[in-house]
């Protein structure tokens, strides 16, 4: 597997023109690598500093994230051209879930998503419906952000910021408790128990959409 020590890449600073050495590891392994990890969860990983100037920028690029403790990777694939990465030749426990993503906020979530005991799918189809939720409640002129997951000391919560017309900015929160686990356990879990066995997945916005709309077209009761 490379090394990040051995992906060291010459860039150009924007601002002054000099080169700035940095290292763009294609695979980063968790395991191995904790601080990384960090770096990614706080948005500073896919950040170059220049250190003849003191300008940064982001710079993104297709990045294989592996976790073999918890047996998953997560593709970070920005330019949907480039192929996925192949994850037969690698030392590294098979992995039991493939994720794919195209951005750097994303990714960071999707690492929170997929270490949490809670099932990503079921996570992205409460935030799908709590989406529509504020959606139907908002008065019209309001702005909404995009829902976000994560868990807090009172366990995983979802979070939307919005700017609601005439009142301004709000956070809107939507608390996973046990209880409302086990209703969306119940109502969706027929449908997603099944992972596809060696393919990336993008599970995100798109595939919780087909999800509720399947639902709602074939109830269960
Ligand atoms: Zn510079």
Same mark, same amino acid.
């Given at each position: ?8 890449h010459?860039?150009? +600073?924007?601002? +002054? ?8 590891? #294609?695979?980063? *392994?968790?395991a ?5 990890? =960090? ?13 003849? +100037?003191?300008?940064?920028? =982001?710079?993104?690029? *297709?990045?294989? &994230? +592996? ?7 997560i ?9 996925? /990465?192949?994850?037969?030749?690698m ?25 949490? #005991? ?5 996570? @992205? ?5 709590? &989406?529509?939720?504020?959606? *139907?409640?908002? /008065?019209? !002129? ?10 807090g /000391? @009172? ?10 017309? !005439?009142?301004? &900015?709000?956070? !809107?929160?939507?608390?996973?408790? /046990?209880? %409302?686990?086990?209703?969306?356990? %119940?109502?969706?879990? #027929? ?5 596809? #066995? ?8 798109? &595939?919780?959409? %087909?999800?509720? @709309?399947?639902?709602? %077209? *074939?109830?269960?009761?």
């Amino acid at each position: 597997m490379p090394d990040a020590a051995l992906s060291l890449h010459t860039l150009t +600073c924007p601002a +002054c023109r000099r080169t700035v050495t940095q290292s763009l590891p #294609p695979v980063l *392994n968790a395991a191995l690598h904790p601080a990384e990890r =960090e770096r990614i969860l706080n948005h500073s990983f896919f950040t170059v500093s220049c250190p003849h +100037c003191g300008e940064s920028w =982001e710079i993104l690029y *297709n990045l294989l &994230y +592996c976790d073999p403790l918890r047996r998953f990777m997560i593709a970070l694939q920005p330019d949907t051209k480039m192929p996925f /990465p192949s994850v037969s030749h690698m030392d590294i426990p098979t992995p039991e879930q493939l994720r794919v993503v195209h951005d750097a906020e994303d990714l960071a979530e999707k690492i929170q998503q997929m270490e949490d #005991p809670v099932d990503d799918r079921l996570i @992205e189809t409460a935030k799908y419906l709590f &989406y529509l939720k504020i959606r *139907n409640a908002l /008065p019209p !002129g309001s702005l909404m952000g995009m829902p976000v997951f994560h868990r807090g /000391p @009172e366990g995983p919560v979802i979070s939307l910021p919005m700017e609601i017309k !005439g009142k301004g &900015y709000a956070m !809107g929160t939507d608390r996973l408790t /046990p209880e %409302r686990l086990q209703e969306l356990d %119940r109502l969706y879990h #027929p449908l997603i128990s099944a992972e596809l #066995p060696g393919g990336f997945r993008e599970i995100g916005r798109d &595939y919780a959409r %087909r999800l509720v @709309e399947f639902c709602r %077209r *074939n109830p269960t009761g």
